[in-house]
């Protein structure tokens, strides 16, 4: 109940094209989905995050889109750059101020 | 405003030894985190601490590992007798009351 599935474990997208990484969780009792961006030897960096009451957050060429109802949110990176290659890891917990429970990550590749 | 700091940002210890890692969080937060991710993986929640008190140590190995957030200093990691299976990336998060959670760079611990 505690864990967070995240799908793809890579991904290869041409530059401009858009990259989707998805996640999906168990326990009903989460309410805050953040994800993160992670460079080689670099601490997680908060990229966006996102509460149920929402099905959609967009800031600059980041999205996520939230389902509820099937436990279910992605992130969506348009006009994917090559400076956007890196690991994303969705999270998720009970609130912002407590513990994070974590995707296993998804490296993406974004190719010139 | 500073970032989370972490130190060292490289740790050796042989078995045996006992590992200090450091975290001085955001001016302002008064919340700190600890996770641990190993090699390809997402993060693992280990400690939630406040200003001299453990919130939340669900996460952490019943032996050997310790923390402590000071009223005045930085927190601690303490990982006591480290064996192989400690090497990985330590990670200190901190927020403020109810905010979202900032990662410091990491401390990378390898045990020879």
């Known amino acids: 109940q505690q864990q967070v599935k995240q799908s793809p474990q890579s991904l290869i997208v041409q530059k401009g094209g858009i990259s989707i990484i998805n996640c999906a969780y168990e326990n009903t009792a989460f309410d805050y989905f953040p994800w993160y961006q992670q460079f080689p030897g670099k601490g997680p960096a908060l990229l966006i995050a996102i509460r149920p009451d929402v099905s959609e957050k967009k800031e600059g060429r980041f999205t996520i889109s939230f389902n509820k109802s099937a436990k279910q949110f992605s992130l969506h990176i348009m006009d994917s750059q090559p400076g956007d290659s890196a690991t994303y890891f969705c999270?998720?917990?009970?609130?912002?101020?407590?513990?994070?429970?974590w995707g296993a990550g998804t490296k993406l590749i974004i190719k010139p | 405003n500073a970032g989370v700091m972490q130190n060292p940002r490289h740790l050796v210890r042989r078995r045996g030894q006992e590992a200090r890692l450091r975290c001085s969080p955001m001016k302002g937060h008064s919340h700190v985190y600890w996770y641990r991710q190993l090699p390809e993986e997402g993060l693992k929640f280990m400690v939630y601490?406040?200003?001299?008190?453990?919130?939340?140590e669900s996460g952490m190995p019943k032996e050997r590992f310790s923390a402590e957030f000071p009223k005045e200093g930085p927190s601690i990691l303490r990982i006591q007798q480290v064996v192989r299976g400690d090497s990985a990336a330590y990670f200190c998060?901190?927020?403020?009351?109810?905010?979202?959670?900032?990662f410091g760079p990491g401390t990378r611990l390898t045990v020879l």
């Open positions: 601490l406040q200003k001299e008190n453990i919130i939340d």
């Open positions: 998060a901190s927020s403020p009351q109810g905010g979202e959670q900032f």
């Open positions: 999270a998720a917990s009970r609130n912002s101020n407590y513990q994070l429970i």
